[in-house]
């Protein structure tokens, strides 16, 4: 699973509005099988059943370089087949 984090500006002064280029703030990898693991059944009001993984922080790259960190989870309605490892430990 790749991130990218990207930031975009916008700027509206009531006569025109100007829309600059998103910039990247920077992006983090990591295996799915790192992810897998943490996937627990939870029951939502709305969705039924899904699976998803607790909050984990990551650390956005860019150029080399620790550029921040983000902060998110993972869900799904379905687990994956029998393929994919599930022994690659925790993701955060």
Do not use: N
């Amino acid at each position: 699973v790749c991130v990218s984090l990207l930031c975009s500006e916008a700027y509206d002064f009531y006569v025109a509005a100007i829309d600059l280029r998103p910039r990247m703030v920077g992006e983090v990898c990591l295996p799915v099988g790192m992810v897998l693991p943490q996937l627990a059944k939870q029951r939502h009001e709305l969705d039924g059943f899904i699976y998803a993984s607790p909050t984990c922080g990551l650390d956005l790259m860019k150029e080399g370089a620790k550029a921040g960190r983000l902060y998110m989870s993972f869900e799904t309605r379905h687990l994956p087949g029998s393929q994919w490892s599930l022994s690659s430990g925790p993701c955060c």
